[in-house]
């Protein structure tokens, strides 16, 4: 609150009105024409839509793929963010700079660039190809793109918190005994799991929807290497529009559970952390 007793922003009914109707209109109006587009099929025909093998093989491979990619970030991302922060080198703004540049380049020409990479005669891929090592049009493929994609969510969650974690938390740990392996488990890892868990949500969130990245690398065979955006997309472009809007509610609904509770074990975590209970 100002010193005048007035605040800068305006009164709890307006900015709660203008908040509801921003969420409305974004948000809530769209999920809604959402579920009646999908209602409209009936429940026979929308469990049919929805349970199909296809579909459900579109599910599971979004699902795992994302969750995958996350997983990989989650690891990998901490140690970029890591040595961003603790260590002066040439080129480290540049770097630092670069972790940013999937979240400007077009999706399209990430998918494009990523599979002439990949593909069994690119750059990546002709190595690859002695040891039957397959990337592009298969589901690793699409792994490879939700990493992409996915960096800088975790790298940009854990970056604030790892400036704020003093060196010498970890220099005592070391005057005390701890080794390196109890220092980073005992001392560092606790300190980030509720940014590390933003981060993996955040990037598994967007592994979720991801589309433009994905098509081209995917090789989208039915079955195989085909995610439920496609899914979609294909069921759009074939006038099946209650068919598509069926196979995104489910979606919609999985993911939003499962962030819904990778949220409350952040929140949990980050309260353990709070008051000290971090064993």
Same mark, same amino acid.
């Given at each position: 609150m100002s010193v005048s007793g007035r605040r800068v922003l305006p009164g709890f009914r307006p900015a709660i009105s203008m908040t509801v109707g921003y969420v409305s209109l974004l948000i809530l109006i769209p999920l $809604? #024409? &959402? *579920?009646?587009?999908?209602?409209? +099929?009936?429940?026979? #025909?929308?469990? %049919?839509?929805?349970? #199909?093998?296809r579909a459900l093989a579109a599910y599971r491979l979004s699902i795992v793929t994302a969750a995958a990619a996350a997983s990989i970030n989650a !690891?990998?991302?901490?140690? *970029? $963010?890591?040595?961003? @922060?603790?260590?002066?080198? /040439?080129?480290?703004? +540049?770097?630092?700079?670069? !972790?940013? &540049? /999937?979240?400007?380049? /077009?999706? %399209? @020409?990430?998918?494009?660039?990523?599979?002439?990479l990949y593909a069994e005669n690119g750059w990546v891929g002709r190595y690859l190809a002695p040891y039957h090592v397959k990337v592009a049009y298969?589901?690793?493929?699409?792994?490879? %793109? &939700?990493t992409f994609i996915g960096l800088p969510f975790v790298v940009r969650t854990v970056q604030p918190v790892l400036e704020d974690l003093s060196p010498e938390l970890e220099d005592a740990a070391a005057v005390l005994g701890a080794g390196r392996f109890a220092t980073v488990v005992r001392v560092? &890892? /606790?300190v980030l799991m509720p940014a590390l868990a933003t981060g993996f949500a955040l990037a598994f969130a967007r592994?979720?929807?991801?589309?433009?990245?994905?098509?081209?690398?995917?090789?989208?065979?039915?079955? *195989?290497?085909?995610?439920?955006?496609?899914l979609i997309m294909i069921k759009l472009e074939q006038y099946d529009y209650a068919g598509a809007t069926a196979v $995104?509610?489910?979606?919609?609904? #999985?993911?939003?559970?499962?962030?819904?509770?990778?949220g409350a074990m952040t929140r949990r975590a980050a309260a353990r952390l709070k008051t000290g209970d971090i064993a």
């Open positions: $809604a #024409a &959402l *579920v009646l587009k999908s209602a409209s +099929l009936g429940p026979s #025909a929308f469990w %049919a839509a929805v349970s #199909a093998p !690891v990998f991302g901490v140690l *970029v $963010a890591w040595v961003l @922060v603790r260590y002066r080198f /040439p080129g480290r703004r +540049l770097i630092d700079g670069l !972790v940013d &540049l /999937p979240f400007a380049l /077009p999706t %399209a @020409v990430a998918g494009i660039a990523l599979t002439s298969t589901p690793l493929g699409i792994i490879v %793109a &939700l560092v &890892l /606790p592994g979720l929807g991801e589309y433009g990245s994905i098509v081209f690398i995917a090789g989208n065979m039915p079955m *195989v290497s085909e995610i439920t955006p496609l $995104a509610l489910v979606f919609l609904v #999985a993911s939003f559970t499962m962030l819904f509770a990778i």
